[in-house]
């Protein structure tokens, strides 16, 4: 039987992203399907006044590309947005590119890569989108709580945040972790695991 996941990403994660790529190597190797959906670190961290500056000033920037997204799948289908988010992914993290100001070249040749009409990088200077936004957002985070950013899994019902997870694991090993996190989320009372990240991303 068909296992069912959904996934929430902000494209300007990287873990997001490792976790991601996990994700598709889990459908591989496992009887599973996946629906992706996007979140959002702006929303998430709004009003917040204990961000790094730094981090503060971005999160508009990090706005564009969500709103992009939702764009896609609105006039294009829920399809188009694991490819699009590839594209953008590969660009900002594995080729080191990062996200610019959200609304540059990297969206633009996310775009045509895909396929997907130039006219949507309009999407990003608009808040026409931010009512589906945060009802995507909001989706994801209910299931989870408000301590916790992206990635956002739903496996059969249940939710975690994470897992997080460097370099993402292949073949047989990305399915033991899946087999793993299906016997927590079937686990009564469940909640979490934890342990301090020492080490960043290896997008390999």
Not at 8 to 13: G, H, L, M, N, R
Not at 177 to 189: H, I, K, N, S
Request: proline residues 5%; hydrophobic residues 45%.
């Amino acid at each position: 039987m068909t296992a069912s996941a959904d996934f929430w990403f902000d494209p300007a994660c990287p873990w997001a992203w490792m976790t991601s790529r996990w994700m598709l190597e889990v459908e591989r190797v496992r009887d599973v399907t996946t629906t992706w959906h996007v979140m959002s670190l702006s929303v998430l961290n709004e009003g917040r006044d204990d961000l790094d500056p730094k981090y503060k000033a971005n999160l508009a920037n990090l706005l564009g590309p969500v709103r992009v997204l939702i764009a896609a799948e609105q006039a294009h289908g829920n399809e188009v947005l694991l490819p699009l988010y590839t594209a953008l992914g590969t660009r900002i993290h594995v080729q080191g590119r990062g996200i610019g100001d959200g609304k540059g070249d990297v969206v633009k040749e996310a775009l045509a890569e895909v396929g997907l009409p130039a006219s949507l990088i309009e999407a990003a200077d608009t808040d026409r989108y931010d009512d589906a936004v945060r009802k995507s957002h909001q989706a994801g985070i209910e299931l989870v709580g408000m301590d916790v950013g992206t990635p956002v899994i739903s496996v059969e019902g249940t939710a975690f945040f994470g897992p997080v997870v460097t370099p993402a694991p292949k073949g047989e090993a990305a399915g033991k972790l899946w087999d793993g996190v299906r016997l927590v989320a079937g686990t009564e009372g469940f909640f979490e695991i934890k342990r301090t990240r020492d080490r960043g991303p290896i997008f390999d």
